[in-house]
T-cell receptor
Framework: KAGVTQTPRYLIKTRGQQVTLSCSPISGHRSVSWYQQTPGQGLQFLFEYFSETQRNKGNFPGRFSGRQFSNSRSEMNVSTLELGDSALYLC?????????????FGDGTRLSIL | SQQGEEDPQALSIQEGENATMNCSYKTSINNLQWYRQNSGRGLVHLILIRSNEREKHSGRLRVTLDTSKKSSSLLITASRAADTASYFCATVPYNQGGKLIFGQGTELSVKP
C-alpha cells in the first residue's frame, strides 16, 4: 500500500505570493490533517478534513486554507506569504480520524520564503 | 499552543544503553502517542497508549502513562545507531480525533 504522498517536496516563493500544497492520503483513508513544523514553534496543527468537510481547525490566520476532494486528496493554500511561513508542512492521514487511530505522515513539503 | 512539554530536549548515549524521554501535558486526553522523526522526513507512529492504560510495550519500546500527573515516558532499551532521531509525544484532545497536539520533542543521538 502506498504511503502518504506530498507534492512538491521543496518550494521557494517570495513574500506576497500564494502557494498550494498537495497531499494524497493512503488509499481508503478519509481523514487528512495538516501540520506546520518550524524550529521555533515546533509542530502545530493547522486543520483536519474528513469527507470534504473541515472538521477541526488550529489557531492560524485566514491566509491558511484547505480543501478536500471526493477522492480524499487534500490541498492546502497559503496566500500573501510572509517570511514566517517558511516551514516544513506535513500532511497526515488516518481511516476516519478516530481518537484511537494513529496518523500516517508524508515526508512533507519544505516551503522557503525569500 | 503546545500541550506537551518534553524532557530532555536532547539526549546523547552510546549504543546498547537505554534512553528515557519524558512528556508532560496540560489537559484531559483520549490517548497519548509517540512518534519518531528522522532528519528531513515525516513522522512515524511508534505507540499509542489510552488514557485508561498505565503501561504498554512494543518491541524495545516501553511507554508509561500517569494521568494523575499528566505525564508519560518513553523508554528505548538496548539502543542502536538507527534509533538516532527526534521523538515527539502527542496528545489527542477530548473528542477531536484528527488533531494531534505535539510536544517540542527530544533529539536522541545514539553513538556507535
Amino acid at each position: 500500500k502506498a504511503g502518504v504522498t506530498q507534492t512538491p517536496r521543496y518550494l521557494i516563493k517570495t513574500r506576497g505570493q500564494q502557494v498550494t500544497l498537495s497531499c494524497s492520503p493512503i488509499s481508503g483513508h478519509r481523514s487528512v490533517s495538516w501540520y506546520q513544523q518550524t524550529p521555533g514553534q515546533g509542530l502545530q496543527f493547522l486543520f483536519e478534513y474528513f469527507s470534504e468537510t473541515q472538521r477541526n481547525k488550529g489557531n492560524f490566520p485566514g491566509r491558511f486554507s484547505g480543501r478536500q476532494f471526493s477522492n480524499s486528496r487534500s490541498e492546502m493554500n497559503v496566500s500573501t506569504l510572509e517570511l514566517g511561513d517558511s516551514a516544513l508542512y506535513l500532511c497526515a492521514s488516518s481511516p476516519i480520524g478516530g481518537t484511537d487511530q494513529p496518523q500516517h505522515f508524508g515526508d512533507g513539503t519544505r516551503l522557503s520564503i525569500l | 499552543s503546545q500541550q506537551g512539554e518534553e524532557d530532555p530536549q536532547a539526549l546523547s548515549i552510546q549504543e546498547g544503553e537505554n534512553a528515557t524521554m519524558n512528556c508532560s501535558y496540560k489537559t484531559s486526553i483520549n490517548n497519548l502517542q509517540w512518534y519518531r522523526q528522522n532528519s528531513g522526513r515525516g513522522l512515524v507512529h511508534l505507540i499509542l497508549i489510552r488514557s485508561n492504560e498505565r503501561e504498554k510495550h512494543s518491541g524495545r519500546l516501553r511507554v508509561t502513562l500517569d494521568t494523575s500527573k499528566k505525564s508519560s515516558s518513553l523508554l528505548i532499551t538496548a539502543s542502536r545507531a538507527a534509533d538516532t532521531a527526534s521523538y515527539f509525544c502527542a496528545t489527542v484532545p477530548y473528542n477531536q480525533g484528527g488533531k494531534l497536539i505535539f510536544g517540542q520533542g527530544t533529539e536522541l543521538s545514539v553513538k556507535p
